[in-house]
């Protein structure tokens, strides 16, 4: 959290980048200032910027973050704004540039004093130098004098507390100091081994541990490598000796390959030569896993772990139902990690007055929000201040807080998003978050699983803002902010600038109670118009092409393109009435240039601008109407206006279509207010009116000035659902979600983020099995290999492998084959996974147990997947009624405590799915696709077999399938564009406007690549151009739940269950790449194990070909090839 | 927030107190089906985990008490005086009582007593006995005084029954009417105890189930998880191997831990009477003492890892025991030879006024055989 120079005034922010325009790049105008702003590296470490890089970046670290033109205008206006509120003040001095408010001007910045002015040098010396972070200012209450805190923040009532019979307290941690260079990282292969043989013979010193034998996980008994560690040199992958590590390295290999025995090793060796690591892993679980077994070989580690309320409970809560699992409910029973997850507070004990009815908040305690009084000199108690708590530094909920600051636990462990957590301001002077810490401290940073890490970075790049219904709506935030301060009278001055936005989110609010109701309308409804936009992403564009596109047929270029001014035009029109302040039919319809519109459309020009003056009109007299009665008139005089100069499609049903352009109407003009608010908001904030959680979840500001703005600007929409509580009772759930951030780009960051202040930052290993697929948008990480693992001398088990299509007949439907996936309502996807289910399980030697003894490889169980828990849940109810073999087959569950006690041993969570490699008495594992996937390994403990994967066989029940409510595929997409913008070569030659221009155009391509995708339905057949990147990430779930099976290099036998998978094939017709999953990911593996370049093509036959060659022959498929005959 | 404390009392052993009622009521709720949340703890061990916060911070020591799963754990592990609190270690009185058993985990009879203290005789009685008391009443038979001592006799010496087998034993006993209540104490033979081919196999030295283990050269036939047997015979081994499981069942971790783990050295005692001459029944009286005759002679088994508070606790309420001419409390061998000077303390802390001999089981042999 970096502190603003001072003097620095956030309304007074267009001065300041007028400075770094002006005096640095020689510019009379701010016009560029939104590319050069924006945080790309292809733009700010450009050549041409090379005098204005540490600027540039320091003003986007003080929160000038100009993400578009609006904004721009906006900072100018309010600068301008603010120079005529203080023009009369006593001790006024006006500031030191003059700047046009005139867009026309590109806002062009005139001088008002000369250039050695104090004010411009003080202001560049600033912008040139390194900003520090804020301190913490608030200390520890004094323990050997009262304090108290309030139950519920500032309105409840007072708690006393006393602990003044604590004599000593421990002192605070010494945290790790700043590296400001590091050496690169050298590790021979050598040294590994050597560092396994230690780890073996700590381990054989203790009879009570359990060996590791971590050195014939590197050579066999024999002496011969287990895997190879392959680089590329020239045209080939070589076999090396050493890992080197500076700045970024990517390490792929397939599951098993010995990634994770790679990196263990790696840690526990540079650690215990002093050096600092960060390991970021998939999962909580698998960091307190980590965290056990690095401590149990002496390596001092702390958790990297979310400290909010909602996430300790979280974490705590899911750690209760794996330990549950255990034994007797979790009584007497603990597991790894269980003291780093403590949940009840210290302070409780000392509490010496307690009101009345008073529970003390264990979920929530005050440990930043105790109040005690100044001590004067005269011995006497003074002012009150908010003070930390005193107890931080011996209580055990503070335990993973405290270890994580001390300088001596040298590798920390945790999530990615995990990473912006802030440092605890108990033990830490500065405040500062977690991945800042990470670039100062750590000398190496491993992002284990990188490719899912990436992804769930993308998810954090949507925010999501209640627009009502929760204390954090932005309905409420509305309330408490502005408008009640006001109302209560503890408001503000009156101030042009707070005046204006209470009117225009007055207007917002009206907009979105409009919207609201319609929806609760239509919740009475099953299954009505409307149900296909649930859980989606809406916006405009996606309503619209609902009534202007076939859905059946994919459009043509033309279609598209005419489908693009359609969409242009109705968001002009509702915008120019937005935006026009008198409103009415007189208004000027110049702007929207409709000759030109209705040229391109091949409609009259006279009857567009009939159409376009009712429409206005109509949304005019919307707007202002008094009586909701009126709207639907309204609503009926604009579809008739639009609808008459661009009829919808053929086909569309009249009251669909009417719903439909009502609800457009609805989301446009919500999604419009919104978005001409956000700059009002940022102004907002700087007021000090607003906080940041105005934006809604997502990144938080810090991450967001540290990395690029949202390639795509705050391409915006509307979410909706409706919820079931316990009781039955139906509610509406409705969220504003736009782009923020780009997220994923902290990955390719972290190592240089501190370059503009001079500090080299920690070598970034990113490793995974699925991390390199070009084609895929959320899992490809754009970096070149630079280390392949092999796996060596196990005969390419692989080519043992056996991928089948194996359609179940439909019992009721002759000749047709039971699908699940696009079955149509949930009655009849479940009656399809009976159907299965009974295939699998049902008779006196059931398949699955054939499957378990049959040849291929006796011993190895079963893995089900289908898509959800619930689909879990649905599969063994209806074996505990139909299978006298119910029992063996172990369902995986999210909540253990839904599951009765007598029935436990059926179950387990997905983190506690690796315990099953022990047990003997279960056949088959029914889950959800991505619970159980990176990292998660079933072994055999101990015998012959020692390491190999228990599942043999994956059966998939259904073909994998985004859900409704997930933006994984478009969130991927748009990190993907904004990665490939950051990484672009800008040709050194190019000047500033070129640079501009690059970033338009880069912006341009990329809001029009993903309104493309978002008029799309998400279906392989319905994505066009979008199908190759589709299926590819699709496909490395699929892959890496196969993996699961493949590990320590064993043959893999999967069923693709689910006839939607191979529609055709199952009714002896050809399959294409557009009909079966099946044949498109075979022809993207083809694909790349085809590429040119001789290296990409021997990773990705490395990585692929034991997918890729089971698929090629995978059974009952009939591929576009395939002869009828053969 | 409840009021437990008393000024007369010492707050250390308030904490163990209030600690003590907390395990009771939270093992009260895993067994009715609830799983240990940390964010829904009964009262009471909310209440203990914040005393024992208070007595770990004022001592600068690792807070034990934020982690319902740590130290229950550590409960299971270790006696208190070892858990890393000074205030409960020696020269603490209570510094040996052990809160939870090893295995299967489940509040002591320690614990109990502990959490008794002060309070009525059956203030925190196990709901076993109680149900157990129920059928004796509901049996109109001469028998009905026998009925305790049967039922429980039954339980300690088959943890794992076949189900019509059990039934015909009641039906010959005349008391079907206890087939509900066994059927709710047990539970069908858990996955975990099978082996592959469906079979499971039956410990030689208490007849409690074999559970497959990793370590197949410790324990090849499996490893018993009943505490004390493992402490008897630290190798398990097979009494007997079951083909299938169907219609097989187990008494439930509660009932083993109670009743089957420290049953073993009162049948022992019981059966080294029987075999040196002595007429002695098991649970005489509905459960007056563990083995005794009539009014005679009444022996009490007690596995009480502290001998002072077994002690304080027999000071308090002898029980059933007091009703016999010759009283006699016996303390496992292992127990006494494991904790030097258990005797003597147990004497000592003893303070009642009805006179009782503390032996070693194998000396409460010799001095009844004579």
Known sequence: ?1126 | MINITTDSEDTVEVTLRVLSRGFLDLHLAVRAGDIVDPYALPETMGEGMQMLSKLCVTASVNDLGDSIHCLSDTARRLPVGEWGVPQFAAPFRFSELKLLSTEPAAPTEECYAFAAKGMSDDAFESIHHKQLREITQRVRTEARLQIYSLLRERVVRKPVYERRELSDFLEDHAVVVADEVMRQWSTEIPLGALRQDGSFKVCSNCGGLLYPHRDKAAFPDGRCRIGPCLEEKPSSRAGATVQSATGWRVFKDDILAYWVGPGLAEIRLHDELRLGGVDVTLYPRDDAADVGRSYELGIDVKSYSCPRLLGDTLSERLGGLATFDQRYIAIPDAIVNRRPHYLDDLRQAYRGTIPVTFAKVSDVVRMVIG
Request: proline share 5%; net charge neutral.
């Open chain 1, 1 to 1126: 959290m970096r502190l603003a120079p001072d003097g620095f005034i956030p309304a007074l922010r267009a001065q300041w980048m007028a400075c770094v325009m002006h005096d640095l790049l020689g510019l009379k105008t701010l016009s560029v200032a939104p590319a050069l702003l924006s945080g790309y590296r292809s733009i700010t470490r450009h050549q041409s910027l090379s005098t204005a890089r540490v600027a540039l970046r320091n003003l986007r670290l003080i929160g000038v973050n100009i993400e578009s033109e609006a904004h721009l205008q906006e900072a100018v206006i309010e600068a301008r704004a603010w120079e005529e509120d203080h023009a009369s003040d006593d001790d006024y001095v006006e500031p030191p540039f003059d700047i046009s408010t005139d867009p026309g001007t590109g806002f062009a910045i005139r001088e008002r004093v000369r250039r050695s002015d104090g004010r411009r040098t003080a202001m560049l010396a600033a912008l040139l130098g390194v900003l520090p972070n804020g301190a913490q200012t608030t200390v520890a209450a004094d323990h050997s004098r009262r304090f108290r805190f309030r139950v519920d923040g500032d309105n409840g009532a007072d708690v006393i507390c006393d602990t003044r019979e604590i004599a000593t307290l421990p002192p605070r941690p010494v945290a790790a100091s700043d590296k400001v260079t590091r050496s690169a990282i050298t590790v021979t292969i050598k040294e590994l081994e050597d560092t396994a043989r230690s780890l073996d013979e700590e381990d054989a010193r203790d009879p009570t541990r359990v060996p590791r034998n971590f050195l014939t996980r590197l050579r066999s008994p024999e002496g011969q490598a287990v895997f190879s560690v392959l680089s590329p040199q020239g045209s080939e992958l070589c076999r090396s000796d050493a890992i080197s590590l500076d700045g970024v390295s990517h390490m792929i290999g397939l599951p098993g390959a010995g990634k994770s025995t790679l990196i263990f090793l790696l840690v526990v060796l540079l650690a215990r030569q002093g050096r600092r690591v960060t390991l970021l892993v998939p999962s909580i679980e698998f960091a307190l896993a980590l965290d056990a077994d690095l401590t149990r070989y002496s390596v001092p580690t702390a958790l990297l772990v979310g400290q909010s309320p909602d996430a300790r409970r979280n974490h705590a809560t899911r750690l209760a139902e794996r330990i549950a699992t255990l034994d007797s409910g979790g009584f007497g029973q603990t597991a790894a990690g269980a003291e780093l997850l403590g949940t009840r507070c210290a302070l409780s004990a000392f509490v010496s007055v307690p009101p009345p009815g008073f529970e003390f908040p264990h979920d929530r305690p005050p440990c930043i929000s105790l109040r005690q009084a100044n001590l004067n000199k005269d011995g006497k108690e003074g002012r009150e201040g908010y003070r930390l708590c005193p107890l931080a530094v011996a209580c055990g909920r503070q335990r993973s807080a405290r270890r994580l600051a001390e300088a001596t636990a040298l590798v920390h462990i945790g999530h990615v998003i995990s990473t912006e957590v802030l440092a605890s301001p108990h033990f830490h002077t500065e405040r500062m978050r977690h991945f800042e810490q990470m670039a100062r401290t750590s000398d190496l940073v491993i992002i284990d699983e990188v490719d899912g890490a990436q992804a769930a970075l993308d998810q954090k790049g949507f925010a999501e803002l209640d627009l009502f219904g929760s204390s954090e709506s932005y309905e409420s935030i509305l309330l408490n902010d502005v408008f009640d301060p006001v109302a209560s009278g503890r408001g503000f001055a009156v101030s042009n600038s707070i005046e204006n936005y209470t009117l225009a989110s007055n207007r917002f609010m009206r907009l979105n109670r409009a919207l609201r109701a319609h929806l609760l309308e239509r919740m009475a409804e099953e299954g009505g118009v409307l149900v296909r936009f649930k859980d989606a992403f809406v916006t405009g564009n996606s309503i619209l092409a609902s009534m202007y596109l076939d859905a059946e047929t994919d459009e043509e270029e033309h279609g598209s393109r005419r489908f693009d001014l359609i969409r242009r035009l109705f968001e002009q029109l509702v915008r120019s009435v937005l935006a026009s302040d008198v409103g009415g039919d007189d208004d000027d319809l110049s702007e929207l240039d409709l000759e030109r519109v209705a040229r391109d459309l091949e409609i009259d020009h006279g009857a567009l601008v009939s159409a376009a003056t009712r429409f206005r009109s109509g949304l005019n007299t919307l707007l202002n109407a008094r009586l909701v009665e009126r709207f639907e008139e309204n609503y009926d005089e604009m579809r008739e206006a639009f609808f008459g100069i661009l009829p919808h499609r053929q086909g569309l049903d009249p009251q669909e279509a009417r719903i439909l352009f009502r609800f457009l109407v609805e989301v446009t003009t919500v999604v419009l207010q919104f978005l001409a608010l956000v700059p009002a908001q940022y102004a907002m904030i700087a007021e000090g009116v607003h906080t940041e959680r105005v934006f809604g979840q997502g990144v938080t500001a810090d991450l967001r000035r540290n990395l690029p703005e949202s390639l795509i600007g705050r391409l915006s929409g509307i979410r909706f659902a409706y919820e079931t509580d316990d009781r039955g009772q139906r509610s509406l759930r409705l969220q504003y979600l736009s782009f923020a951030g780009v997220p994923r780009l902290l990955l390719y960051h972290l190592s240089d983020l501190l370059t503009e202040d001079g500090i080299k930052g920690p070598a970034v290993l990113m490793a995974s099995a699925t991390s390199y697929l070009a084609p895929s948008p959320s899992y490809h990480v754009p970096v070149r290999p630079s280390y392949v693992l092999r796996r060596e001398g196990e005969g390419e088990a692989w080519r043992h492998s056996a991928y089948a299509f194996t359609p179940v007949p439909d019992p009721d439907r002759p000749g047709e084959f039971v699908r699940v996936s696009g079955a149509g309502p949930e009655r009849e996807r479940n009656h399809s996974l009976r159907l299965l289910t009974d295939h699998f399980f049902s008779g006196s030697d059931p398949l699955v147990r054939q499957l378990r003894e049959d040849q291929f490889d006796p011993g190895r169980r079963t893995a089900i997947v289908v898509n959800s828990y619930d689909q879990v849940a649905f599969i063994k109810a209806h074996l505990k009624r139909t299978s006298s073999s119910a029992h063996r087959v172990i369902g995986v569950t999210s909540d253990i405590r839904k599951i009765p006690s007598q029935e436990r041993a059926e179950w387990v969570s997905a983190s506690q799915v690796e315990m099953l490699g022990t047990r003997e008495d279960w056949d088959a594992l029914v889950f959800p696709m991505k619970a159980i996937g990176r990292g998660v390994n079933i072994v055999f403990p101990d015998g012959p077999r020692v390491r190999d994967a228990v599942l043999g066989t994956v059966a998939f029940f259904v073909r994998p399938h985004p859900t409704a409510d997930s933006l994984a595929f478009t969130g991927g997409l748009a990190g993907q564009l904004a990665l490939r913008f950051d990484q672009r070569n800008i040709p050194a030659s190019a000047n500033l406007s070129g640079l501009v221009r690059e970033w338009r155009t880069a912006r341009d391509e990329a809001l029009d690549t993903l309104r493309w995708l978002l008029r799309r339905p998400q279906q392989m057949s319905r994505l066009g151009r979008m199908i190759r990147p589709f299926v590819a990430d699709g496909m490395v779930d699929l892959l890496q739940t196969i993996g699961r099976a493949m590990r320590n290099g064993c043959k893999t036998r999967v069923y693709f269950v689910d006839a939607a998978f191979a529609p055709n094939s199952a009714k002896d017709h050809r399959d294409t790449r557009l009909t079966s999953m099946i044949v498109a990911m075979r022809d993207v593996l083809t694909e790349l194990l085809s590429s040119s370049d001789p290296v990409e093509r021997e990773i990705y036959r490395l990585l692929y070909e034991p997918f890729l060659h089971p698929l090629r022959n995978c059974a009952g498929v009939m591929f576009p090839e395939t002869r009828r005959n053969a």
